[in-house]
């Protein structure tokens, strides 16, 4: 018997089983642009730990339409925990603010507007958490990008025809793969 501190339901364990060569080659892809653009700094560990969990989050998100909340919540106390190391409390303080701004934003796009789920609003907040503690702009660039991005995928899908009516796109590779673009833009 094996113990685990996080409950995957069945189809999260069988998408992160099945699909492990390709989370491991969104991490060593996302990662090395990681370790690239941050260096050898203490807030690094925090951006691997980011790094990985969008790698997984991807492939959920891609294939259950779902970024699950075993991965999402234990994430926001880890990822704060690895950010304090630097002890730069300029930039913690700017993460905790920018994750709580957007999440809510996020939180209030999923309850009024439709398009984002709730799952994404907490992805979105963990986007904030990490990107929040590089810089304003650095956020507001991979938000930038996420939006751009699924909205010219979303665009492409009904100009080929291949998007049904009342098909959806799945937000979360955007979102997490906005912010791992503006690591690699802005680095540390």
Known sequence: MRISPVHLDEDTAGVLRRDRLVIAAGF??????????IGAHPVL???LGFALLASALVVCDARLMRLPDPLTLPSYPLLAALLVIP???DA??????????TFAAHFLLAL???GIGL???KAAGLVGLVLGWL???ALAQGLVLAYVCVGLYAIGLAVSRRAQRGSVVPFGPFLLGGAVLAVALTGS
Do not use: E
């Open 135 to 137: 810089s304003w702009a």
């Open 28 to 37: 060593a892809l996302a990662g090395g642009v990681t370790v690239w653009r």
């Open 112 to 114: 009024f507007v439709g």
């Open 92 to 101: 913690y303080t700017r993460a905790l603010l920018a994750m709580a701004a």
């Open 119 to 121: 799952g994404d609003a």
């Open 45 to 47: 560990p925090a951006f």
């Open 87 to 89: 002890l730069d409390w």
